[in-house]
């Protein structure tokens, strides 16, 4: 009876090895009965989520590292103070060298912080009531941004109704400029929130904040200028293309005439071009005429077409180097690298058109590797039916 | 042996048998029962029926002392030196001082129980106050619940009137159990699914140094709160409904989960809504935002008061350092 009694209770408390040598100390000299199979053993452990380590884990192991620092420090002779991460990492490549390819399974030593996953700190203080009013919705930084944005609205609203109530309402004011920025992206303001941010809730997001910017009174100066900024924090600035692109200088030789140098490439062909200024149009290729280094019509019009496009072809020399590929790609290497020159001479409006012809763009198109099982890239073998 | 709920901690009774609490916990005391107390009330039932056998009928009786010598903690000394052996040494010296802080946090925590209103709550809202506030005005005749029909004055061209008589009573019991849980440093959860009113009960909840949930309710909030929050997160100890519907017209989750919980709820009731799972049912008009303006007034009211009477109490009995006076500033 006792035994059937203490099996059953093994049973209920079940997992917990340790919980037969409590019976056998209550029950005082009950043989061990509990036998269960490994089934019982066996845990979710995908369930458990990532392991866990406590605060007092990571401080521990940061005081390690420390100490650890100022011993290798000393190991190499250098200065225990001013010992940055790049000394240790320098210093354990030379103790432990390595000939392993994988770059993470070298030796390793790095701040805790960079080795052990961030934590989230526990939101709740020693007597259990925790910290933000609105931890049990579950994404309490995500919806007290909500909380905060409705509170502007609200704010904004009523003091238009006061206004309008003393007749001071002036119909002016304008909303937020918003012409060159964009609204961040889902990922952003997980980034900001810190938290899961669902579609749906960025879409709610995106709604109220269209609604506050909307507002009238949203970009006036005054109090409501801190909404302005405030809002301005959740939108991106969008470059303009063209302005990114590099333009070469101008450079004045021995004589004062200008010229511009510029590189290009095309497959495996590198070129570099000269283009001077007040001459008559010659086009030198490697030292010979264009028209003896391209003799096919094609690469000819391919190298002019950049002066042409420009109406600079009377104006300029080209003087140009070319090496590698075939005489297409070298032909293209010169055509990008006369494009490139050619910045240098014009203006913000053709730049942008030249731009838009697609003779800035680098073509990136280049030899696809042959697989193995097939002919070539994509031809394969002949399919035989049997 | 009785299935009553449980008011103590699991691991408070197995500390009554020595070693068996040193060694070993289960995973249900691993959490403080009074936390989960579903979960000490299940377990307990079980236990009570595998505790049979000579061991068994000991421990039984044992158990039953325990639990009503915990209910009871004046009378631990006596429930424990009938014990014998199984009992954790009973004569363990406490310093006077800590006798001494114990007593006054009985005294702290007993005397509120002795007065009716010792928060003066009535004292807050009139029967006028709730008519202003349109309090009284309920849907219409096809909206009703059954359930609701003792709560009626009447029907007037075809929209329900609720009996202020009784919301004024009801209310005055509801604020007084908030007060009292206020008083005692429970944690209240402020639950509404009107988007209408929702940044309102946010801010009150704020401004009471409460907790609100007027958002999407994941369903494991309450009932798998260790896995959604992390272990050991202590639960409300009250939730507030002030709508008990959510955005289809169905009651709110949080209703039975609460009720599935053990957890105590008030809840603001309107004439379609079920008024059964709720401890404390209030009804009352939901929708109007005067009346809802004027709930969160008077739940905010409360909530300050208790937790000021609190602060008072702890000064009054000398366990609480008098803060410093603030600097004065030219």
Known sequence: MAASCARTVGSLFGKCGTCSSNINTITSRLSRQICSSSALHRKNLAAAGPEKFTVEFIQKQVEEF??????????????????????????????????????????????????????????????????????????????????????????????????????????????????????????????????????????????????????????????????????????????????????????????????????????TSNSSVVLRDGGSGRATVNGSELLSYFPVFQDREQVMFPLQFAGVLGRLDVEAQVSGGGRSSQAGAVRLAISRALLGFLSEREMENMRQAGLLTPDPRVRERDKPGQEGARRKFTWKKR | MSQRSVACTGAQVLRHFGDLADQWQPDWARFPAQFYPIWQHRHWQRCDLLWVGTLASMAARVLTKGIWALCNPRFVPVGCSSHGHLSVAAAQIKSPQIQADINATDKILSQPLETEDFFRLSELFSLKDLFDARVHLGHKKGCRHRLMQPYLFGCRL???????????????????????????????????????????????????????????????????????YGPGVRLPDLVVFLSTLNNVFQQHVGVRDAAKMN????????????????????????????????????????????????????????????????????
């Not at chain 1, 701040?111 to 009531?129: L, N, S, T």
Request: hydrophobic share 35%.
């Open chain 1, 66 to 267: 420390n100490i650890g620092k100022r011993h290798l420090a000393n190991m190499m002779g250098e200065d225990t103070e001013n010992f940055t991460q790049e000394d240790i990492d320098r210093s354990i490549a030379y103790l432990f060298p390595s000939g392993l390819f994988e770059k993470r399974a070298r030796p390793l030593m790095k701040h805790p912080e960079e080795i052990f996953p961030r934590q989230r700190a526990v939101q709740w203080g020693e007597d259990g009531r925790p910290f933000h009013f609105l931890f049990y919705t579950g994404k309490q930084s995500y919806y007290s941004l909500m909380h905060e944005i409705y509170a502007k609205i609200q704010g904004l609203e009523r003091q238009q109704d006061r206004l309008r109530a003393k007749g001071l309402l002036s119909s002016d004011a304008k909303p937020l400029s918003l012409g060159s920025s964009r609204w961040i992206i889902k990922e952003e303001l997980e980034g900001i929130v810190m938290e899961t941010v669902t579609d749906h809730d960025y879409q709610r997001f995106l709604q109220l904040m269209e609604r506050l910017a909307g507002l009238p009174q949203a970009g006036a100066e005054g109090a409501e200028g801190g909404e302005g900024v405030w809002v301005l924090r959740f939108r991106q600035q969008l470059e303009a293309q063209a302005s990114r692109q590099a333009v070469a200088a101008l450079q004045a030789d021995a004589q004062g005439r200008a010229f511009s140098t510029a590189e290009g490439r095309r497959k």
């Open chain 2, 158 to 228: 075809d929209q329900d009137i609720i009996d202020l008589d009784q919301t004024v009573e009801h209310l005055r019991l509801a604020l007084n159990f908030t007060a009292h849980v206020a008083y005692r440093g429970g944690i209240i959860l402020f639950v509404s699914r009107r988007r209408q009113f929702s940044h309102l009960v946010e801010s009150t909840a704020r401004d009471c140094g409460e907790y609100a949930h007027t958002r999407y309710w994941q369903g494991g909030l309450l009932t798998n709160a260790p896995i959604q």
């Open chain 2, 263 to 330: 957890i105590p709820t008030v809840g603001m009731v309107d004439t379609n809504c079920n008024p059964s799972l709720l401890t404390y049912p209030v009804p009352g008009n939901d929708d109007t935002p005067l009346a809802m303006e004027l709930y969160c007034r008077l739940f905010k009211i409360t909530v300050n008061r208790a937790k000021d009477k609190r602060q008072q109490m702890e000064l009054l009995h000398g366990l609480m350092t008098p803060p410093p006076p603030p600097t004065q500033s030219s």
